[in-house]
């Protein structure tokens, strides 16, 4: 089942859209800087509302079915907060507006960075950065600023666990660093003896995901940060996996001096097929004013002013940190996500979002115990919100993680993560969430079971999956050698 | 609420699955020192009273539905046709993550596809990525991309004063350290003369001003840049293509741009879509995602995630970019307001915004005390030099119910007094002659 191209279904003369006239007399035009074609599609409403609606329905998503896709937190994402975001009053706003037009606004973004400075123990949030790795290159940017105040420009080398996303190296050598790896230890911690080997003070800091990609926390977090700051390094965390720590451990208090939140992923918003996102990024008294701008600040004394129509009192502004970095971006942030996050927040409270991180480590816990028999778990250990198996089955040396995941299709399931993280032969790392029901996930532990029989018993099944999806296996090669990346009239 | 469907029982059932009595057993890893601290924040809400909170908090605002709005620079007030937020409001699509499974994702992928398609048309380019974070940071990243493309050997970008002055920020913060030079706009009038060591040179067309150079102009820039073996960079408006040149026709190598006003609303600011597009031969030192045609084992055609030895997830440290999430379903909104302008439709929007822009600009120009500043064609925005400054200006129009222009002395301070206007298709004559009115108004007080 495939869908014809949207520039195939255009005729010519068809309109989708019809505009007022104008109402003004015209005013003759530039003709040397007119173009002569424009080749857009030219469709109907009705086929282009059919045409999108087919796509859609080709797609697996959180709300077609379970999605348990290590490091990405798939969660049901709650409608009200897709209501809440689609208000008029926020969405149809302008950036540039005067603060005393737009107080609705920046209250919303003061309280949210209130409550995240909260929930991971930092002294100050930035709600500018768009994604996670925006986060990521943000914060190490900030450790960069802190360093070169301090005139110590000896420190080029980011320390980066072997088992991290590649964001983090990435994010690392845009800032213009080295990168380092550190690798783990026999029970999936970074190794000690490898991180003090690797401390001198030529470190900038060391980015940790904690929990890591492993989904296990780092047992000896504390001493990894004090091993850090001792040689004059800063802690980034990569707060991917802040779905395990909501009201369980506050990344501050841990030793973190900067972190990136994944609004997209901890805190409900969609993922939107790959974003927005809102990776805002948190940060411990001593980098602070370093943060990206502008963020809200909130007036100690209440000012008024009397021309203002909307609001007389002029609470809250936006503001550059006194030694920011800049920008990371125009404007302030992804604000329509941000509310949706706000919401999320203010309908969980405390005792909500704690409850939140230990049901995803008790569903996770509970997939683990159910296939730790079957599939090798290379770390033995209980473990947070994800665990990572490992996929060649003993009894089935043919069969590879590929196509395991490939044969979940056929059984309504996203696969999990797979291939990562690096350290791990043929990972699958599975996240199931605290949204799923006990249901679903024995479900999904039960087609695993099978498939592991399958891989016996019949691999071609594996081998040849997905028979049941809109399209089977598709030649990734060919697509890389002969990139075709858009359609052209014949 | 927790959106959470376990029964207690279903948490017993679970635990002694695992062998475990407790749900504190699963945290022992974490230290006890930090181990669950308390969490100040207000009483959690019901939805009825969630709702009905950011209802009054979003109405503390001066929304433009309830006000004519003449702000632009870099966020435009366009019509967002209905089906456009019912495309992008099929959950199967806002629920999906990013399509690294291609046999379940064909949806998303077939979409970008077609973005990338339609971006491609626009500009007049070979290739389309993604979607980056916004137009700020596809600016950055296609400079980073001409550095590479010259594999790090120039070092020097050259940026026009013209260019949106958050763009330029945001340039400097992706470049730190002294490695590369960002130059070019430290005065109105800077040299922009390309040399060996230049990356590129990005300027904007239409520029901040509003303001479009003419064709003549582009072509001669594009050939001395060329000829100093360096990559054209434009940053445009995708609106303003619907009548105009696209960059492709005068010699640009790579098009940035911000999508929002192609069927995104305001939103304060976001989220947005940056759009980037590049001739082919520098196809491959491209940032961010790209989708590809393929055929699927039976001889399909299907579309999946391609070229990715050039992301962070298979290069790491070495990647052209380290940017993963971008802004998907905003690029799905920009396809599918494109789909629904189609060829006439765009054209038409352009068209009115022209118009319309330049009724406004002649009527305020007419206006005694206030000029209308810069001498060459414009698109939808231009500057006035007024007899009081702006912040004082906007105040008194807003108690008309108008949000007037961006005041430009913030960030040219030869500028001072001059404001920017923008006049889309979604101004009235009625709204256009009201701004025209308390215009005049301001120089009688």
Redesign the interface.
Known sequence: MTEHLIFEISSPGRKAVFLPELDVPATEMPKELLREDLPLPEVSEIDLMRHYVHLSQLNHAVDTGFYPLGSCTMKYNPKVNEEAAKLPGFTRTHPYQDHGTVQGNLRLMYELQEYLKEIGGFAAVSLQPAAGAHGEFTGILMMRAYHEERGDTRRTKVLIPDSAHGTNPASSAMSGYQVAEIKSDQRGNVDLEALRAHCDDTVVGLMLTNPNTLGLFEENVLEVCEIVHECGGLMYGDGANMNALLGIAKPGDLGFDVLHYNLHKTFSTPHGGGGPGSGPVGASERLAKYLPGPITVKAERQTSNVKRKISNLQLYSLEMPQASIGRVKAFYGNFGVLVKAYTYIRMLGSEGLRQVSEDAVLAANYLLARLKEVYPLPYDRSCMHEFVLSGPLPQAPDVHTLDIAKRLMDYGFHPPTVYFPLIVPEALMIEPTETESKETLDAFAEAMLKIAEEAQENPDLLHEAPQTTPVTRLDEVRAARHPKLRWKPK | ??????TDS??A???A????ED?G???????ES??????????????ME??G???S?????????HHA?F?G???Y?H?V?S?VG??I???????????Y????????L??I??Y???V???TGM???N??H?????SLAEAA?MAVNVSRGKRRKIIVSPTV?P??R??L???T??S?LAVTGDEEPTSNLQPDGDTACLIIQQPDFFGQ?A???ELKQLAEAVHAAGALLIVNTDPIS??????PG?YGADIVVG?GQPLGN?????????GLLACREKC?RKMPG??????????G?????L????R?????????T??????????A?AAG?Y????????????A??C???A??AA?QIAAIPGFDLVGDK?FFKEFVVRCPKPP?EI??AL??QGI?GG?DLGQDYPHLENHMLLCVT?MN??TE?DCLVEALEEVTHD
């Open positions: 609420m927790s959106y959470i469907p376990h279903d948490r059932a679970m635990l699955e695992m062998g475990a749900i057993d699963l945290f022992l890893d974490v230290p930090v181990r669950y601290p308390e969490l100040k924040l207000p009483l959690p809400l019901s939805e969630i709702l909170e950011l209802r908090m979003s109405e503390e605002n001066a929304d433009l539905d709005c702000l620079a870099g966020a007030n019509f046709p089906v019912h495309i409001g099929r959950s199967e699509f806002y629920t999906a993550y990013t399509p499974q291609p046999e379940i994702s064909q949806g998303t077939q979409a596809f077609e990338q398609s339609m491609c048309a626009l070979d290739a389309a993604a979607s974070y916004d137009g700020a940071t980073i949106h958050e763009y920020a945001t400097r913060t992706y730190p350290g490695d479009l003419e064709a003549s293509l619907g009548l105009f040149t696209p026709e911000e609303p305001l939103n304060f600011g976001g989220p947005y879509l196809m995602r790209l989708v590809g045609e393929t055929v699927d084992t039976e399909r055609r299907g579309f999946v391609t070229l990715a030895a992301e962070q997830h298979i290069r790491r440290e070495r990647a970019s380290n940017i993963c999430t971008n802004q998907a379903l905003c799905l599918a494109l789909a629904a302008m189609g060829k006439s439709g765009l054209r038409q929007v068209k009115l022209y118009h319309k330049h009724y002649t064609p912040s906007n105040d807003l108690e949000i961006y298709e009235t004559r256009i």
